[in-house]
Every structure is written in structure tokens, then in C-alpha cells.
């Protein structure tokens, strides 16, 4: 079965530290993957998304992720973490059967705290 | 160009009663997802719809269930209401296009049930 598993629940780094979150996968075939950000009292947006190509994805507000298929993983970084940043951060692959999908299975979240 | 708009925001309703939440998805998008967030659950994937057709359905039961109109609105509708139905219900819409999978989440409709 489909399944996306992010192993830090809470994590806290500061202002102007990096950042990597993790996100392991499950899927039989070639994952269409996700990052999407929610702030509080918000819905959720996309932060970028990998479907094939280049590895190495770039994203929105400074973020990138990297696509490990020997490691069914799909990290998402950031080389110097703001204030504004915190928030809850969600893996997600599709569980479709093509990148058009509004099937998408996500993991439980990670809740960003940024230090002053 | 708006963005997808979940109406109400917020309500309360008592165990028994049905609820209907609506999704207006941004203008020329033509599919539809619904989801349910819960703190211990999680995100969990509803149902989608596309031209007035669900096209995925998630593992939820009956009580759950979801129309599009020919004009790409979608209202939910929850019968028999249950405290566990207490949740952040999050309509998401997105092009029919290749390639794309970029879902626009609106900011939901937070219901809560007493």
C-alpha cells in the first residue's frame, strides 16, 4: 500500500540555521512527489513537487528537495531558515495513476519551530 | 484570479444533524478533491471529482458524500453526524492538464460537532 512516512513530528532550529525534513515513501511505481506548507488557520501550499527529470528540485521561498529513489526518499531543505517559515510541512505522493491526480496521499506532518 | 473559496469557515452542529460545506475552485480548474484533517488522522483524501464524476474515492462510509456541478462547484455533505466527524475539511481544485498535480487548497471549512 501507498505510504508516506515523516519521522520528526516536531523539530525547532534557528533563525538563519539550515533545515532538512525528511520524507520516506512507499510506492510500487515512479512517485509523483510533493511538499505543501500549512500555516496556522491556513490552507495548504504547494512548495514544489517532483514528477521526473533532474533529481534535484527547486521550489517556492528558497526551498529544494531531493529525490532518492534507492532511499524511497524525497528531503526537502533549505539552506537558511526565517522566521516566517514556521510552520507544519507535509510530504505527499500521488496516488494516482497519473500527475494529474487529486488523489494524493500525505504523510502526518512535520511543525517547523524557527529560534530567534 | 481568486482562489479556491470554502464556505462556511466555521460551524457547529450537534451529533445527528447533516452538514453541506461548498468549494468554489479557481476559475477554469475542473477537478475537485476533498479532505479531511484531523490532529490524529491527519490529511485523509475524500473523494474527487471531474466533470461532475468522482474519479477517486477515498476509505471513508456512506455518510460522506460529494457532487460537482456543471460549473465545477462541489459541496460535501456529512449525514448523521458523529463527534469524530469534528475536523478541518480542506477542498483542493487543479487544472485537467499533464503533468501538472499542483493541487489549490482553499482554507477549508473548520466544523465542529457537540
Known amino acids: 500500500a501507498q505510504s508516506v512516512t515523516q519521522p520528526d513530528i516536531h523539530i525547532t532550529v534557528s533563525e538563519g540555521a539550515s533545515l532538512e525534513l525528511r520524507c520516506n515513501y512507499s510506492?510500487?511505481?515512479?512517485?509523483?512527489l510533493f511538499w505543501y506548507v500549512q500555516s496556522p488557520g491556513q490552507g495548504l501550499q504547494l512548495l514544489l513537487k517532483?514528477?521526473?527529470?533532474?533529481?534535484l528540485v527547486q521550489g517556492i521561498k528558497g526551498f529544494e528537495a531531493e529525490f532518492k529513489r534507492s532511499q524511497s526518499s524525497f528531503n526537502l531543505r533549505k539552506p537558511s531558515v526565517h522566521w516566517s517559515d514556521a510552520a507544519e510541512y507535509f510530504c505527499a505522493v500521488g496516488a494516482g495513476s497519473s500527475s494529474n491526480t487529486g488523489k494524493l496521499i500525505f504523510g502526518q506532518g512535520t511543525t517547523l519551530q524557527v529560534k530567534p | 484570479k481568486a482562489g479556491v473559496t470554502q464556505t462556511p469557515r466555521y460551524l457547529i452542529k450537534t451529533r445527528g444533524q447533516q452538514v453541506t460545506l461548498s468549494c468554489s475552485p479557481i476559475?477554469?480548474?475542473?477537478?475537485v478533491s476533498w479532505y479531511q484533517q484531523t490532529p490524529g488522522q491527519g490529511l485523509q483524501f475524500l473523494f474527487e471529482y471531474f466533470s461532475e464524476t468522482q474519479r477517486n474515492k477515498g476509505n471513508f462510509p456512506g455518510r460522506f458524500s460529494g457532487r460537482q456541478f456543471s460549473n465545477s462547484r462541489s459541496e460535501m455533505n456529512v449525514s448523521t453526524l458523529e463527534l469524530g466527524d469534528s475536523a478541518l475539511y480542506l477542498c483542493?481544485?487543479?487544472?485537467?492538464?499533464?503533468?501538472?498535480?499542483?493541487?489549490?487548497f482553499g482554507e477549508g471549512s473548520r466544523l465542529t460537532v457537540l
Open positions: 476559475s477554469g480548474h475542473r477537478s
Open positions: 510506492y510500487g511505481a515512479t512517485p509523483y
Open positions: 483542493a481544485s487543479s487544472l485537467e492538464a499533464p503533468n501538472t498535480g499542483e493541487l489549490f
Open positions: 517532483y514528477f521526473s527529470g533532474d533529481t
